[in-house]
């Protein structure tokens, strides 16, 4: 799935990153927990969220996020939106809750991580 078909599906807006809506996403993850994201993320991902400090932006680089959606009708800080283009890391605001953007992107084919990592 595009990130243009994911910005549309979303009804979202285009924040910064707008010459990248053909990136494609093949899953996604939703959470405000950064530590979760850290945990549980994985390159290429496409993180929903709705902490909206340059915290959000720093974890989706360490994790190599594809893209982030701000849900609630969020956006990020000036410091985040500049994080992000000095990143490259496109961002996007939907008004929709993040119960139910993640359900729409899910129920459009878009998969979540498919398995949580080992213990060790």
């Given amino acids: ?14 924040i910064t990153g707008g010459d990248s809506l053909d990136l ?8 405000d927990l950064m530590s979760d994201v850290l945990a549980f993320g994985k390159p290429g991902i496409l993180l ?3 902490l909206t400090n340059a915290q959000a932006v720093r974890t989706a680089d360490i994790i190599e996020a594809k893209a982030i959606v ?7 800080t000036p410091e985040g939106i ?12 939907t008004k929709f809750i993040m119960y139910s953007a993640c359900g729409l992107l899910f ?12 213990k060790k």
Avoid at 5 to 12: C, F, G, R, S, V
Avoid at 24 to 31: H, L, R, T, V
Avoid at 70 to 76: F, S, T
Avoid at 82 to 92: D, F, M, Q, S
């Fill in 1 to 14: 799935m595009t990130l243009k078909e994911i910005k549309e599906i979303l009804q979202a807006e285009v």
């Fill in 24 to 31: 494609n996403i093949e899953f996604a993850g939703g959470s």
């Fill in 48 to 50: 929903l969220t709705g």
């Fill in 70 to 76: 701000y849900v609630r009708g969020k956006k990020p």
């Fill in 82 to 93: 500049e994080l992000a283009k000095e990143k490259g890391i496109p961002l996007l605001s």
């Fill in 107 to 118: 129920s459009s084919g878009l998969r979540g991580v498919s398995k949580l990592p080992e």
